[in-house]
């Protein structure tokens, strides 16, 4: 029996970064707006307490504030010829659960995507020819470009009070920051980081062979802060738990920090947690929402009716919910049509571990953004002619913590167990340093998601598939990176390095990275994307899909600035959306 | 029954309409009931007349006094457990001379004395707003006061000794905005039923006016103007920032303030809150006199500082001084040197959160360290943070924390 609930304006699934900035832009017009949460309600001060916030045992290795297998989990296999098993322990990425998703446990790294990265298909091709893009690719070009988003970027950074140093204020290069960033508006909220012993070493080492190293923008801020929302923030303690933590200082920029103190006071705001949304219902000709079904915390199935459907889960989670609910064609490899599912693509990590002599890098004292980066090798800002490879990648000197359950690092050789194992432990923690490279992933063919044929959740129904692997071209580009890493790291005086080369094939077991990408993408053309420009859906048109689903393909950097960028985009066209409703581009 | 009961609510309505003339407020007099509804929450009224997760103004609430518990109750028009049957002068009756309509006395917890001052007119908007309320069916036990203080008929001689009515006299000599103020503070704010001490017999000491005093186990401290124990150093402005926000740059309201800022303050127009601070700058000062710091050899100190820099110092830094809008300064804090330790010792050992207000929404927490922090531990940390930076106040000792604890978390007192 279906419990059928009164009607709201906007209903909103999912209530992390996205869905609470709209649901606070929407509610304060005066909409009655309802978030469905499918996790617990968390925040500050009830959730992260400064005595417990930072237990290593119950957030980082039992992963309290995780999505357990059993609520959701996916199938997964490396290529169409497998067959696809289920992830049954969460390991290559650690998807969220409850208010705040990923911007509670996220380190914080907020950038901003480079302006070749939203035309690279364009740039490559204009600059290197056709035959520089790699087999099976799909790379598309964004369908908004880089001076569209740069106010969005910036009323995101302001909101999230991210510290950091500009590199270029409306074309003019900023000394100490990134002279590769397109042009801002102004600078960062807040100055940067105080950076460790690596870092000064990195940033002489990069500067003295032509690099040009800035300090990480950062969402775990510098300096006390209040944002446009009234919302305060107090600067880090480089207590180094930020991944996978919540904050109890009030320091890492959050939706519980940045935007939930705002939100909850708004009268017409409802939020209900514990309520797993399974469907977006749509009208009898499937081109509008009327509303959504969802399990609430008493397991009872209820109707909400709304009139704005707004998808702001966790982007691999928006990507279940359209091909459940059937808006979009579900993309089938074999034949390149449809287009749900398309485009999922990932991150690389690669780079080089720096073993000193004689060095105290104190990796205790450290945040989870705190680093100092350079973009000398990301997206088109080297010559890639002689390289044969599509993109790039972000490198950086960082610590994000030195915990003491699970950093034990050991030069290679070191047993993995035993007196011998916990001497190297000893004799390594202060001495060793790592310059590391994230890298873009590019869209393929072979890359994307869909319904898996054989598994289902405990709704009985079919989860997600993902298959996925790191193709030649990004095996090329992180192991060539891994290398420039290693220059860097034996300019920086290291004793010994060791060159950490992309891990292929791409296995769900041990953590990489939680940057996953498309699936939803947003384009120009109905036939490769789901949604317009706008992140409308293209076939129910009061249908948004927020999130990194929306990414044609992945960048060289942590997806969340430019999720929140496009997410005020978005919000853009909402209100315009609300004054006359239809489709914003006609196909 | 019920129609009879409609007939009578109704034929109660009519009443004071007639007798009363122009006073009352007819159902379709908006301005009447706006302004009634500004005055309710100028007093705080739903503070005490709310139970916890209970109905509005349906009472309920129990009040510790020194004397035992009150049930606050049920302000809401229903006719047998509610006000409904009350005419406008029963409520003003209550309100200035502490009888209900049977003429039973009612007990000061209920802050008469206060409200004594409040003009008649705004009374009887008061009672027009609290008319449109639902009503609401709640019985509240009115007579849980023990023996022998269930003897109402005692406040009769309380009165003679302590009780002033009368409605509020102007000071010609001073300004208006400063004669609003007095208004609002003396009469319907009842600001002195929490920041004056009592005498023994539970009644405001008029010769200890606003100097502070222990309410609910957290410190409500001197509001005069003295510059080291009350306002001296907030300007005016301070004042008026603190209540409408719940913070300014020398602290953030928690405990009952918090509710009195998130319910009352924060909700009344700038100029009677400017008129609230006007009146405390210039109505006068007086505070203890000044302490001599503790050495930083003391035992005491060196203790407290080693406890201070390893627990607190993240937040409210090693010199004191806090985050702005988040973590309070301790470096010349007049809470943390008031006579009375309380707020410092009950916030370290059980916790507390701040106000959320539309200006700073945020409500930061302290978190509880009671569970890993001794009695003698807390004692010197209070002690330390009450003799540092410039500050100088009493040690505070292991038995005073040992008391508080037990108070405050029901902890037995010899754990």
């Given at each position: 029996m279906v419990r059928r609930l009164p009607r709201k304006d906007v209903v909103i699934v999912g209530l992390g970064w996205t869905g609470s900035i709209v649901a606070y832009e929407l509610a304060r017009l005066g909409l009655d707006v309802v978030a469905l949460e499918r996790g617990p309600w968390r925040d500050t001060a009830s959730d992260f307490n400064i005595g417990t916030a930072p237990d290593e045992l119950r957030y980082a290795v039992r992963h309290d504030i995780f999505l357990r297998p059993k609520q959701e989990t996916l199938t997964m296999r490396n290529h169409p010829s497998q067959t696809a098993l289920p992830i049954r322990k969460w390991g290559s990425f650690l998807p969220g659960n409850g208010v705040g998703g990923a911007g509670l446990h996220w380190n914080g790294q907020t950038w901003r995507f480079l302006p070749d990265d939203f035309r690279i298909r364009s740039h490559m091709i204009e600059r290197y020819g056709a035959g520089i893009m790699p087999e099976g690719n799909q790379i598309q070009d964004w369908p908004v470009s880089y001076d569209e988003l740069e106010p969005h970027y910036d009323r995101f950074e302001q909101v999230a009070g991210i510290s950091g140093k500009a590199g270029n204020i409306k074309g003019t290069i900023q000394p100490g920051g990134n002279p590769f960033e397109g042009a801002r508006a102004r600078e960062y909220p807040t100055p940067p980081m105080k950076q460790g012993y690596a870092q000064s070493l990195f940033t002489k080492a990069a500067t003295g062979m032509g690099l040009h190293p800035f300090p990480r923008p950062s969402g775990n801020i510098s300096s006390a802060y209040t944002n446009p929302y009234g919302c305060s923030m107090a600067p880090c303690t480089y207590c180094g738990f930020c991944e996978w933590f919540g904050c109890a200082n009030y320091s890492k920029s959050s939706p519980q920090t940045c935007v939930l103190p705002a939100l909850v006071r708004e009268p017409t705001f409802e939020a209900r947690t514990d309520c797993e949304v399974t469907k977006v219902n749509l009208s009898a000709d499937g081109k509008m929402a009327t509303g959504v079904t969802y399990i609430d915390a008493a397991g009872e199935e209820c109707e909400q009716p709304g009139d704005l459907v707004l998808v702001c889960a966790f982007s691999l989670f928006n990507v279940r919910l359209l091909l459940l609910s059937g808006i979009g064609k579900p993309y089938d490899p074999a034949t390149g049509e449809g287009v749900v599912g398309r485009n999922y693509a990932y991150q690389t990590g690669s780079g080089a571990s720096a073993f000193f002599e004689d060095a105290k890098f104190n990796p205790f004292a450290a945040a989870g953004s705190l680093g100092v980066a350079l973009d000398d090798y990301n997206s088109d800002n080297f010559d890639h002619g002689p390289h044969g490879f599509v993109g790039g990648a972000s490198i950086t000197s960082a610590h994000t913590n030195g915990r003491p359950i699970r950093y034990h690092p050991v030069p290679p050789g070191t047993p993995a167990w035993g007196s011998a194992w916990k001497k190297a432990v000893k004799d390594t923690y202060q001495r060793v340093t790592y310059v590391g490279a994230q890298g873009s992933v590019m869209s393929y063919r072979n890359n994307y998601l869909d319904l898996d044929p054989t598994y289902k959740d405990p709704l009985g129904r079919p989860l997600m598939r993902m298959t996925f692997d790191y193709q030649p071209n990004e095996q090329k580009m992180a192991n060539w990176m891994a290398e420039r890493c290693q220059e860097i790291a034996k300019a920086m005086g290291a004793k010994t390095t060791q060159l950490n080369r992309l891990r292929v094939p791409w296995s769900v077991v041990p953590y990489q990275t939680t940057h996953n990408t498309g699936g939803a993408v947003m384009g120009s053309d109905p036939n490769t994307s789901v949604l317009n420009r706008y992140l409308q859906s293209w076939d129910v048109s009061n249908v948004f899909v927020m999130g990194a689903s929306a990414f044609p393909q992945n960048a060289g950097y942590n997806p969340t600035g430019t999720v929140g960028a496009l997410t005020y985009w978005s919000l853009e066209a909402i209100f315009k959306y609300l004054k006359s409703p239809g489709a914003l581009v006609s196909r | 029954m019920s129609t009879i009961t409609t007939r009578l609510r109704h034929l109660i309505l009519l009443l004071p309409l007639l007798v009363a003339g122009g006073a009352a407020a007819g159902p379709d007099n908006h301005v009447d009931i706006a302004r009634g509804k500004a005055l309710v929450i100028a007093g705080d009224c739903i503070a005490c007349h709310t139970?916890?997760?209970?109905?509005?103004?349906a009472g309920g609430l129990a009040l510790q006094t020194p004397f035992g518990q009150i049930m606050a109750p049920n302000i809401t028009p229903d006719n047998t457990t509610g006000i409904g049957s009350w005419s406008a002068d029963d409520f003003a009756r209550a309100m200035?001379?502490?009888?209900?309509?049977?003429?039973a006395y009612l007990y000061p917890a209920f802050p008469y004395p206060y409200y004594t001052k409040v003009a008649r007119g705004d009374l009887d908007a008061i009672y027009a707003y609290l008319r449109t309320l639902q009503p609401v069916e709640n019985r509240v036990d009115?007579?849980?006061?023990p023996f022998p203080f269930n003897i109402r008929l005692l406040m009769k001689g309380w009165n003679t000794l302590f009780f002033t009515p009368g409605p509020f006299k102007p000071d010609?000599?001073?300004s208006a905005e400063f004669n609003r103020g007095a208004y609002l503070v003396e009469g319907l704010g009842h600001c002195g039923a929490c920041h004056t001490p009592f005498n023994s017999f539970g009644a405001s000491r008029n010769d200890k006016y606003l100097e502070g005093n222990q309410i609910d186990n957290w410190t409500a401290p001197n509001i005069t103007n003295d510059a080291r124990a009350g306002l001296g150093k907030w300007s005016a402005d301070d004042i008026v920032q603190y209540l409408k926000t719940g913070q300014n740059g020398f602290s953030l309201a928690s405990g009952p303030m918090k509710d009195v800022v998130e319910n009352s303050t924060s909700k009344m127009p700038a100029s009677d809150l400017k008129a609230i601070a006007v009146y405390l700058k210039e109505r006068g000062a007086a505070g203890p006199p000044a302490s001599t710091p503790l050495l930083a050899s003391d035992p005491r100190m060196q203790a407290g500082e080693a406890i201070f820099v390893d627990t607190c110092a993240a937040c409210h830094m090693r010199s004191g001084d806090g985050v702005a809008h988040l973590f309070p300064k301790l470096a010349g804090s007049a809470v943390a040197t008031q006579q009375d330790p309380a707020t410092l010792v009950r916030i370290i050992v059980a916790g507390g959160r701040a106000a959320a207000t539309?200006?700073?929404?945020?409500s930061p927490a302290m978190p509880s360290l009671g569970y890993r922090l001794t009695d003698s531990q807390v004692a010197d940390v209070v002690t330390y943070v009450r003799n540092s930076w410039g500050n100088a106040a009493a040690p505070v000792t292991e038995e005073t924390v040992k008391a508080l604890r037990a108070r405050v978390t029901g902890a037995a007192a010899g754990d």
């Open positions: - | 139970a916890p997760r209970g109905e509005r103004f200035q001379e502490g009888r209900r309509p049977d003429g009115r007579d849980t006061l010609s000599a001073r539309d200006g700073a929404p945020t």
